[in-house]
């Protein structure tokens, strides 16, 4: 009897089949003496959509919701049912006497096959692949122990009551809010609460009142101290009075030492990367986006083989792992890797419980390099970056901690008490791991980019050597006038980072949970930052009040996790999605607050007549009718040619009018007619005829040509026109 292996995707289908010796491929598989292994294409079966319960349900109506089926069924994708029934001929083979899940050791790989199987109706034995590394060595160790499958009946539960809980919420509240306000409005039930977050945060912004504060710091010579409140340790005075007299009275004095401390400090080594804090990181340091590391990363594991299991939310390690950390050094131990991995081989490597933590680890472990070969010219500059984020991380565990001698001073000076802090590096420890790199710290974690100053940071200055009651002549009182700063918006990091504080999806969902934001317009990248725009300012306002904030979701989040190790109630669970989907719908039935489009232009459709809308997609800005029976979309961006204008000489739009077409330069305001007739006439005249063949070539000639879409096809395509 042979055994049927199940992959998410077809490259993970070819690498399992290639260490398990299966060689002849079909169409839908791989297949050799004791395996056959097929694919899946991502997920292949779905939730079945409310026309399939229903025709009534096809038509989107207030009047029809909340649309809640007593049972949830399956419906096969249509675009991949090919693999489907591929998958399913293969079932049926007698031959084939037990499967082995080998999706990604997931909660959402998980999903995938055990949908396949329900509906091919496999009632055969089944075991589970679970493994953190794609590498030969991983593959052979993870199918000589594989994992009942019964194992993971739990993390399945949890993974369709995840599903089934999206569809009833997100599905239930979209089409009530977007055929109670004619238009396309999204919600659901972690994407609403994280878009409360950035319109709670440009709220604070836009009420925030600056307030005018007032520092006083002693000039020293070689060093500078600040006056303090004496209470709060805050440098900040925020009446000019007080300040100009505290200013008077140290000014010209002399500053007498009455405290001084030494004290030595240490920096831990940072964690090991989760899948959040890698997006964090690589957003902070190279711009990354969230699903550009995602994508970036899966590849770094899939392809080259590079990495661990990406998609986790642990940041240690586990105690069976020790043995590999060796040869993991000694493999990355290449290029400007190889000095820093070199000093941790020569001595037994320090791991302690910051670093190997069984406890801390659920699923997967945190992201660290494999042992496979490293070729760092085969990566592209990404892959590079993100590899060398890692790789660094990952060294730094074994480094010792970061030592610093820090000084503080308290000064004497006309009865008032000035503050002044040093220090000085003594064992630079993990950070030299960082010194070559470029960057000036290994942890991202400390950045707040979030939070206000609050007056209470450390301004950094080197010390002299000064004695307790030493006496120092205040040489003059520095006056600086600041404002109090609202809280930042939200970059990418920082609002992951709030996500994962506030339960917000798992670290598989967030990328894609952003991307959604900012593709149905709700939000807006403006430079680093996100911003809501006018429909996601609006939409917060029309959604229920427990759907705008993270506690309800996060509340759901932790019960799915309950459900998951078999502590929880999936029934319970569901039973309560159910009736919170039925008051959301019930909310927004009888809610009385409009919707204004913030897009509305003062073009009008010419098909119904309604206003055009702008929208921004992947070419450009677009005109779309506001109507949604009507399906009428032009593009909003210039059609700009070839064609100069005789006058800038910049380039010149091709329009229509009712005369024809035309070229038009708009800071000239200079039209040249092509008539249908033949004539081509300046706004100015004198340009003559010219036949319909020729006026069809002069737009052909001056009319921009759209790429095919890579250097290949360009290539033949210009090749072919230069025969024709």
């Known amino acids: 009897m042979k055994t049927l292996v199940l992959a998410e995707k077809p490259s993970v289908a070819k690498e399992l089949a290639r260490v398990l010796g299966a060689t002849n491929k079909s169409k839908h598989a791989f ?13 292949l079966v779905t939730l079945a ?50 499967l082995v899940i080998a999706t990604d050791a997931g909660r959402e790989g998980e999903l995938v096959a055990r949908w396949i199987m329900e509906l091919v109706r496999w009632k055969k034995p089944f075991k589970r692949l679970w493994i953190s590394s794609q590498t030969d060595q991983a593959i052979r160790q993870g199918f000589a122990s594989l994992k009942p499958g019964k194992d993971y009946d739990r993390l399945y539960r949890s ?52 307030k005018e504060y007032w520092t006083v710091a002693a000039d ?29 009275a140290i000014n010209g004095k002399t500053a007498r030492v009455t405290q001084l401390t030494r004290q030595e400090k ?42 661990t299991y990406p998609r986790t939310d642990s940041r240690y390690l586990t105690q069976d792992m020790v043995p590999t950390l060796k040869g993991r050094i000694e493999r990355i131990a290449v290029g400007p890797y190889a000095k820093l991995a070199r000093t941790l081989l020569v001595k037994p490597l320090a791991v302690t419980k910051r670093i190997v933590d069984d406890t801390k680890v659920s699923d997967h472990h945190a992201i660290i390099p494999t042992d496979e070969y490293v070729n760092l010219g085969a990566l592209s500059v990404e ?104 809280p930042a918006r939200y970059t990418e990091a920082a609002l992951l980072g709030a996500m994962d504080k506030n339960g917000l999806g798992t670290p598989a969902t967030r990328a894609d949970l952003i991307e959604k934001l900012v593709s149905t317009d709700t939000i807006e990248r403006s430079g680093s930052r996100l911003v809501p725009t006018g429909k996601g300012f609006q939409l917060i306002e029309l959604a229920a009040p427990e759907l705008r904030t993270p506690e309800l979701t996060a509340n759901w989040e932790r019960e799915l996790e309950a459900i998951a190790h078999g502590k929880g109630d999936a029934e319970r669970f569901m039973h309560q999605i159910r009736e919170q989907a039925s008051r959301l719908v019930a909310g927004v039935k009888a809610s009385e607050a409009e919707y204004k489009p913030h897009n509305l232009t003062a073009s009008r459709c010419p098909e119904c007549g309604e206003r055009l809308q702008e929208i921004k997609t992947k070419r450009g800005k677009s005109l779309v009718c506001s109507s949604r029976e009507c399906q009428y979309r032009r593009s909003a961006e210039p059609n ?76 033949l395509k210009a090749a072919m026109e230069k025969k024709d």
């Not at 060093?223 to 005075?237: E, L, N």
């Not at 340091?285 to 590079?306: I, N, P, W």
């Open 383 to 486: 892959e590079r970056k993100l590899y060398d984020l890692i790789v660094r991380r990952f060294l730094s565990l074994f480094y010792p901690v970061s030592r610093y001698e820090e000084t503080t001073l308290v000064l004497e000076a006309g009865g008032e008490k000035l503050h002044a802090s040093g220090r000085v590096e003594r064992e630079p420890g993990w950070r030299t791991v960082y010194q070559d790199s470029g960057m000036t710290d290994g942890d991202g974690e400390d950045s707040e980019e979030d939070t206000p100053s609050d007056g209470l940071s450390v301004r950094k200055q080197m010390l002299p050597d000064v004695a307790k009651g030493e006496s120092l002549p205040v040489h003059k009182a520095i006056l600086e006038r600041g404002f109090t700063q609202p």
């Open 159 to 210: 993974a369709v009551c995840r599903a089934e809980a999206d569809w009833l919420i997100g599905l239930n509240v979209t089409r009530a809010l977007t055929t109670k306000h004619q238009a396309q409005l999204s919600a659901g039930r972690v994407q609403t609460p994280t878009l409360g977050l950035l319109v709670r945060r440009d709220q604070e912004i836009k009420a925030f009142q600056p």
């Open 31 to 43: 297949e050799g003496p004791r395996y056959v292994v097929t694919w899946a294409l991502g997920h």
């Open 266 to 307: 240490t920096v831990p080594q940072p964690l090991a990367y989760d899948l959040t804090e890698l997006q964090r990181d690589a957003n902070k340091r190279y711009g990354f986006s969230a699903k550009q590391t995602s994508t970036v990363l899966q590849r770094l594991y899939e392809q080259h083989k590079l990495v």
């Open 640 to 715: 700009l040619t070839n064609h100069r204008c005789p006058q800038c000489h910049k380039k010149m739009e091709l329009r229509s009018g009712k005369a024809g077409k035309f070229f038009q330069c708009r800071p000239c305001n200079l039209v040249e007619m092509l008539d249908n007739d033949g004539s081509a006439q300046g706004s100015g005249g004198g340009r003559g005829r010219k036949n319909s063949r020729e006026n069809k070539d002069l737009l052909t000639r001056y009319t921009e040509k759209e790429s095919v879409g890579n250097s290949l096809a360009d290539a």
């Open 49 to 98: 959509e409310p026309e399939d319960y229903d025709a009534k349900w096809k038509t989107w109506e207030l009047e029809s919701l909340p649309i809640l089926p007593d049972k949830l069924r399956l419906k096969v994708m249509r675009e991949t049912q090919h693999q489907f029934r591929g998958i399913q001929e293969l079932a049926k083979r007698a031959d084939l006497g037990e």
């Open 220 to 248: 020293l010579g070689r060093f500078k101290a600040w006056w303090r409140q004496p209470t709060s340790g805050d440098s900040r005075i925020f009446e000019r009075e007080a300040a100009d007299r505290v200013a008077a």
